[in-house]
């Protein structure tokens, strides 16, 4: 809940999530995925865990920030799919190289949002708008 507080109180151009996902048919372990909420909603709407009130996932906290207004016009959500969850599981196998691919597939696609961002608004990258950290 404090990312919609930060949202809502500053002007992000973009909301990356990096999440671990139950591999299935569908996504096998040792692969991943980028969704584009705006675009694909419903991709995450799928892995949604029943609500409770003690834990929100990530799919609960988007639609959220949806219905306040809050998410910035790019929110990508890179998911990371595996078999092993539980408390205090090693990678398994399958898993290790994930980490280094999607951390290297988020560096190029963010490099190319601000590359097109900076090209399609004329303005310099460090012009003087602070980063979006929570």
Known sequence: M?????????????LVFLDAARASVEAAAGTWQRIDYHRQPELLARQKAPLNTHALGIADILELGLTLGVLPPVVWVYAAFGKQ??????????????????????????????????????????????????
């Open 2 to 14: 404090d990312l919609l507080d930060t949202l809502a109180d500053r002007s992000c151009p973009a």
């Open 85 to 134: 969850f539980e408390c205090g599981a090693a990678l398994s196998d399958e898993c290790q190289p994930l980490v280094t691919r999607v951390a290297d597939a988020v560096e190029g696609d963010l490099q190319a949002f601000f590359a097109e961002r900076d090209r399609t608004t004329d303005r310099p990258r460090n012009s003087g708008e602070p980063p979006c950290t929570s």
